[in-house]
């Protein structure tokens, strides 16, 4: 942010077409807005684990409000100091000296530690399937987990090169965000919660859960198709 200040008083002109808002986008907008919730899957074995779960929708509650308070005042702060041409990854606008490549490798950091965990709950839904369970084996009699961590491995590995070969990351966010963590965070939870509280919600809980089920359909549907129009138009552009 120290930089994003310092680069709009030094270049006014970054910021005079400003688009405070821009309808076309907005589908694009609620793919990478939803997966900065990509986080929803360990939400279950998190509360899981704490020694004290009644507290826990007081933290969760507190958290949500930090990390969007954190979002929004990061995103604009940005968008404000380098207008247009904010690149997907803000880290790629910063100057290039000691500092910032600091905060570049710590970033990198950040992401090795907790991507894999991000890919936990896909992990144990593939593990789980007859397909995996019933496949031979070869390194039962040395150590059978060794099977789990190289299924692991290819999985975290698959999906870093797709995001590799996809021409703009921030289309990539959008794309999984539409899809993955729409689903994650409008879809499967209400489903479930319809379907263990089923004799105990009221008419009018069901229908705010309908309302609710069809907004995430809907708008992800939406994203997903303007997200993958604008990666098969990146790709074109790059030939």
Not at 109 to 125: E, H, R, V
Request: glycine share 6%; proline share 5%.
């Amino acid at each position: 942010m120290m930089y994003d200040e310092k680069e709009y008083f030094e270049d006014p002109e970054l910021h005079q077409n400003i688009s405070y808002l821009n309808i076309v986008n907005m589908p694009l907008f609620f793919g990478v807005a939803v997966f900065n919730f990509e986080g929803n899957g360990v939400i279950l074995n998190l509360h899981a684990s704490m020694k004290n779960p009644d507290k826990f929708q007081k933290i969760l509650r507190n958290v949500l409000i930090a990390v969007i308070s954190t979002l929004i005042i990061f995103s604009v702060s940005c968008y404000e100091a380098f207008g247009e041409r904010v690149e997907d990854m803000v880290t790629m606008n910063l100057p290039h000296n000691n500092l910032t490549t600091t905060v570049q490798l710590l970033y990198c950091i950040g992401l090795l530690g907790s991507f894999p965990m991000q890919c936990m709950p896909a992990i144990y839904i593939t593990e789980a399937t007859n397909l995996f369970t019933k496949s031979p084996n070869p390194f039962g009699s040395v150590n059978p987990y060794i099977k789990n961590m190289i299924s692991r491995t290819i999985i975290i590995i698959f999906a870093g090169w797709c995001a590799q070969i996809i021409p703009k990351f921030g289309l990539f966010i959008s794309l999984s965000g539409a899809c993955a963590c729409t689903a994650l965070a409008f879809i499967l939870p209400t489903l479930m919660y319809n379907k263990v509280f089923e004799s105990e919600i009221t008419k009018r809980t069901r229908w705010a859960h309908f309302v609710l089920i069809v907004f995430g359909i809907l708008c992800g549907t939406i994203s997903f198709i303007m997200s993958f129009i604008e990666i098969m138009k990146a790709f074109s552009d790059d030939k």
